[in-house]
Nanobody, 120 residues
Framework: QVQLVESGGGLVQAGGSLRLSCAASRTTFESKNIGWYRQAPGKQRESVARISSTGSTYYSDSVKGRFTISRDNAKNTMYLQMNSLKPEDTAVYYC??????????????WGQGTQVTVSS
């Protein structure tokens, strides 16, 4: 079974930085859609940053210019570098990988989440 394990969350003051990591086992990130999502209390889970299987990147408007998504294929790990953090970035952050195993069957996997808290 594919497993994604996040790390790197914590408490940081506004303006600070954190780097989240997501390590994969029993799969790789190469040539797959990967991404980071977050869910704040009382809100729906939202996309923060993604890399498509073809290498295109996407950032939500709220994090563009502050967050950077990357991956290290050799380590089967993806990262989210978060700079200039704001209190509104406070949420549980989840990593995701999804890919088709054939023309019709999509596999979609989530990590367990890591809490990021930004104090003002």
């Amino acid at each position: 079974q594919v497993q994604l394990v996040e790390s790197g969350g914590g408490l940081v003051q506004a303006g600070g930085s954190l780097r989240l990591s997501c390590a994969a086992s029993r799969t790789t990130f190469e040539s797959k859609n990967i991404g980071w999502y977050r869910q704040a209390p009382g809100k729906q889970r939202e996309s923060v940053a993604r890399i498509s299987s073809t290498g295109s990147t996407y950032y939500s408007d709220s994090v563009k210019g502050r967050f950077t998504i990357s991956r290290d294929n050799a380590k089967n790990t993806m990262y989210l570098q978060m700079n200039s953090l704001k209190p509104e970035d406070t949420a549980v952050y989840y990593c995701n990988v999804n890919f088709y195993v054939n023309l019709y069957e999509l596999r979609n996997y989530w990590g367990q989440g890591t809490q990021v808290t930004v104090s003002s």
